[in-house]
């Protein structure tokens, strides 16, 4: 079992409140504490610009950029290609636009027109409509924020962990091409995508002008992200990951891990999409309300149906019995495994849940 057991009563946690919260394995430990460091103000930090190289290979990228974590990856990459005063299109439900503490136009000065994302995807007949392409001879409004930008998640966590594909990626490239818009990916997790896709993640980004993702999510280290792009991007961006306080010293043991990571842990990320689809075809033998075939990466979204009680209440109960997930949207629980949980863990954590939906706690 890899959960961890609860002190008092002997009684395992299962912890589903996101895949940030793993720990490092003893062999990424290891690599840390006998990674090589420098100055990276100075790009002196050897194992950072190993870790750099490393992402741009691996995403067909002119360049990458280590960063302190996906918020402030999106935010520099934003920052350095959008002068403030202008639009971007964003999906309503996207963390870019509901948890990273409105940077879009506190720091960046960019108006958000947000649209909603079904399955993860904007409606491209919508988004015409909106941004019709422009006419050679059109003025210029001087009453909006000229439109700049268009952002997209992948996977979509808010939409249950939803994945996009190229061609769909394409078609935006396209859309964004015909208005000279700056096309951005938030790719917190792209490797679960690329995953569960079958694709190189080479091929998902190559529609986009900048990407960022995560390495504390599914692969496994203890911080920090990487954004990447062209190599002009890469120095801009260097200027505001300085600006909002991401200047970085020794900071080799942190790429040390995110390094680990790429190299070894992508390769059982489709264990985590395993153990998703049982946790969602036992959750939704018990009732709960599931659409199993949208399960496509490590996002459960279980609603719970007022016959099996108040969702308050049950995600109490929950906590105390050891099945921790974040409190309820609604009646909307999220469940989102990782590599802390195994498939074990999956079937003890539904007898547990079972047992307390079945009124038997």
């Not at 002190?7 to 299962?14: C, G, H, R, V, Y």
């Not at 948890?99 to 399955?119: K, R, V």
Request: with cysteine; proline share 5%.
């Amino acid at each position: 079992m890899v959960a961890q057991v609860l002190d008092a009563s002997n009684e395992q946690i299962f912890d589903f409140r996101s895949d940030t919260l793993t720990s490092p394995s003893d062999a990424m430990r290891k690599r840390m504490a006998s990674a090589e460091v420098g100055d990276d103000f100075y790009r002196e930090d050897p194992s950072i610009r190993a870790l750099e190289d490393l992402t741009a290979t691996i995403l067909d990228k002119e360049d990458a950029l280590f960063v302190l974590s996906g918020t402030m990856g999106n935010l520099v990459s934003i920052r350095s290609q959008v002068p403030s005063g202008h639009s971007a299109i964003v999906s309503a439900t996207s963390h870019l636009h509901v948890n990273e503490t409105g940077h879009l136009a506190s720091i960046c000065g960019i108006t958000s027109q947000a649209f909603s994302t079904p399955g993860g995807k904007f409606d491209l007949g919508e988004l015409m409509n909106f941004a019709k392409a422009p006419s050679p001879n059109a003025p210029r409004s001087v009453l909006t924020p000229p439109l700049k930008l268009i952002c997209v998640e992948n996977t979509h966590n808010g939409e249950g962990g939803r994945c996009l594909d190229k061609p769909y990626l394409n078609q935006l490239k396209r859309f964004a091409d015909e208005r000279d818009l700056i096309f951005h990916m938030d790719g917190a997790r792209l490797f679960n995508a690329a995953v569960a896709l079958s694709v190189d993640p080479s091929d998902l980004v190559a529609p986009v002008d900048s990407v960022s993702f995560c390495l504390s999510k599914g692969l496994g280290a203890p911080g920090g992200a990487m954004i990447a792009g062209s190599r002009d991007f890469i120095e801009e961006a260097r200027h505001w990951r300085q600006m909002v306080g991401g200047g970085m010293r020794q900071s080799g043991i942190m790429a040390a891990a995110g390094h680990f990571a790429l190299k070894e842990n992508l390769r059982r990320l489709h264990e985590d999409h395993s153990n998703a689809k049982a946790l969602a075809l036992g959750l939704d033998g018990l009732g709960f309300e599931v659409a199993v075939e949208t399960v496509e990466t490590n996002i459960v979204m279980a609603f719970l149906p007022k016959e099996l009680g108040e969702p308050a209440s049950l995600h109490k109960r929950l906590y105390q019995s050891g099945v921790r997930v974040l409190p309820p949207k609604g009646n909307r629980l999220r469940f989102v495994t990782h590599m802390g949980l195994n498939s074990d863990d999956i079937e003890a954590a539904l007898t547990v849940i079972g047992r307390l939906v079945e009124g038997r706690s």
